[in-house]
């Protein structure tokens, strides 16, 4: 059934905690929505005693046409089970329905893969990439590092670099400056922009945490977004300048954040993969200095209205076929 964001988070909470990730978290779902057009977050929540079905995504419309499209938030999303295969098979037939009753059309889910939740999925799954993630529970996590990060850890500290974690208008601002500056830079895709207003919004939960790296005169040099929530903790955005570049402000930044939430009960750290899905990619390969801790990145697809879904498709790979292994082809 469709519940309201207030339902929808006092299910959430009665998750087991290494469930709890942010990216499921109703804040985050809404919050997401804000910087999307004609995109609305849902909630689809079952509970029978002690058993769970939490599945929230953002529905939009398809653009032209009568029906709709589901997706999940940035970064990850799908449908979350605590209970028996006869619950689940009952939840999941009750949302196709409800699917079906609203004209949605297809779905695409990115899992998470700490979550694991494409096993309560009902459609096509594909493996994307590899993705990293840090085991908090190590006594030393400096010796789980790789020579080259430890390296990077001690230049930033030489250098004078201190983290401050504030989330202060002064320091949001810093951030944001940063951000678009750097995703401007890089002519970086139009997902990867985000508004004023979702960084503010984002920033009021206190399961996210804002790192600052400053030089030795106060001046912001690099910044990090952070989710910590329930046993999970997840590296979300970060941006520096060239001066934070040379002194390796990032590498510091997830450094102290770990130390952080490790004290905190946070039992994983989990950062991601790379920028596509090739295995020498750079952000791939700078995360895989922090842990050979690795899992696969998953995404889904499901075809509530397979006949429109392929029709539509057809005629407009005609125009563009050069999207013909997208899902969501007209977006």
């Not at 079952?46 to 499209?69: C, R, W």
């Not at 939840?91 to 096993?119: A, G, T």
């Not at 096509?124 to 590899?130: G, H, S, T, V, Y």
């Not at 590092?145 to 030489?158: E, L």
């Amino acid at each position: 059934m469709i519940v309201s964001a207030e339902q929808a988070l006092l299910i959430f909470k009665k998750l087991p905690a290494e469930m709890q990730s942010f990216y499921f978290h109703p804040q985050y779902v809404i919050n997401d929505a804000l910087y999307k057009k004609d995109i609305q977050a849902v909630f689809f929540v079952q509970e029978k005693n002690e058993n769970i079905y939490y599945h929230a995504f953002h529905l939009g419309k398809v653009p032209n046409t009568p029906y709709f499209d589901i997706q999940s938030p940035y970064g990850y999303g799908g449908p979350l089970c605590v209970g028996d295969e006869l619950f689940k098979n009952e939840c999941i037939e009750n949302y196709k329905k409800w699917c079906i009753d609203q004209s949605v059309l297809i779905e695409f889910i990115r899992f998470h893969p700490l979550m694991k939740n494409e096993m309560n999925y009902y459609g096509q799954i594909f493996e994307n990439r590899q993705t990293v993630y840090i085991d908090l529970t190590k006594e030393n996590l400096l010796y789980e590092f790789s020579t080259r990060v430890r390296t990077a850890i001690k230049k930033a500290q030489n250098s004078n670099v201190t983290i401050t974690f504030s989330k202060s208008k002064y320091y949001i601002q810093q951030f944001i400056d940063m951000y678009i500056a750097l995703m401007n830079k890089k002519n970086a895709l139009e997902d990867y922009f985000f508004n004023e207003e979702y960084f503010i919004h984002l920033l009021q939960n206190e399961a996210v945490f804002l790192a600052n790296a400053e030089n030795e005169l106060g001046q912001v040099i690099g910044a990090s977004l952070f989710f910590a929530n329930g046993h999970i903790a997840e590296y979300h955005l970060s941006a520096s300048i060239e001066e934070g570049r040379k002194k390796n402000v990032a590498n510091l930044l997830l450094y102290e954040f770990a130390e952080l939430v490790k004290k905190q009960d946070v039992q994983l750290l989990y950062l991601g993969g790379g920028t596509d899905r090739t295995n020498e990619n750079p952000l791939l390969f700078f995360k895989r200095g922090f842990s050979k801790n690795e899992a696969t990145f998953k995404i889904g697809k499901y075809e509530h209205n397979h006949v429109v879904y392929n029709e539509m498709k057809s005629e407009y790979l005609k125009k563009e076929p050069h999207k013909e292994h997208f899902i969501l082809y007209y977006r």
